[in-house]
């Protein structure tokens, strides 16, 4: 299957060089274009990626301010080629080793619709996992069947992401798209991943998402959409 992958970086400089590299290498042998998206960074991280980006199988994809954690990756799906039939999206921070990414491709060629990681150990520090701990409660709380529900990267089936159409632009995309595969009977798969600490700059996620998260999940319980 030819994969598309949204990568999104805020205020990452640290990190780019390390986490291209194991892209790259996670990569090797796939018909895989990368969008790597500066998502309004003011560090230099736009900088490097250009640096790195050849245009092909590596393409830089720039915004202005920082659009959310959903709308960067958003953007860096529509920025992808047509031809991928497999879409999907993995984080800048290099906490999860992209080697998963061939695993999460076969699985979709195997049958399933969505393929994601699931952490089953994590090393990232006490806050993180204490807000990871209040969402899956909430999500459990809701009838979500999948573990982890946050676990990145994620790839799903051009056509599954078609039907569900997530429009998440903050923290809730991860969520939105695991409730509305599970309320559409498609297909989830799950491989296992190590949550590794990060080796700079810090982590975006905090109390405030947990207020948004709170928030979407409310509107969902309404309606069964995001917004």
């Known amino acids: 299957m030819r994969l598309g992958l949204a990568v999104p970086f805020y205020d990452e400089a640290p ?5 291209v ?3 790259r290498r996670a990569l090797a042998g796939l018909d895989a274009v990368v969008v790597l998206v500066d998502n309004g960074s003011t560090d230099g991280t736009g900088r490097k990626l250009d640096a790195l980006a050849d245009g092909g199988r590596l393409r830089a994809l720039h915004l202005p ?3 959310g954690y959903g709308g960067g990756i958003l953007a860096g799906l529509r920025a992808l080629p047509g031809d991928r039939e497999a879409v999907g999206w993995a ?3 290099g906490q999860v080793d992209p080697a998963i990414l061939p695993r999460l491709l076969r699985r979709l060629e195997d049958g399933a619709d969505l393929a994601k990681a699931r952490r089953v150990e994590r090393r990232d ?3 993180r996992r204490l807000v990871t701990a209040a969402y899956a409660g909430v999500m459990r709380g809701l009838g979500a069947r999948t573990r982890d529900v946050n676990g990145c990267p994620k790839l799903l089936r051009r056509a ?3 039907r569900i159409a997530p ?3 903050d923290w809730f995309l991860d969520a939105e798209v695991v409730l509305a595969a599970e309320s559409l009977g498609l297909r989830i798969a799950e491989e296992p991943a190590v949550m590794a600490p990060r ?3 810090r982590s975006k996620v905090d109390w405030r998402t947990v207020a948004e998260f709170a928030g979407h999940l409310a509107r969902w319980r309404l309606t069964g959409r995001a917004g």
């Open 125 to 127: 520090g006490w806050r």
């Open 65 to 67: 301010e920082n659009a």
């Open 199 to 201: 080796a700079a700059g």
């Open 15 to 19: 990190l780019v060089d390390a986490v």
């Open 91 to 93: 984080w800048g921070d």
């Open 21 to 23: 590299a194991d892209l």
């Open 167 to 169: 429009r998440s632009a």
């Open 160 to 162: 599954a992401f078609a």
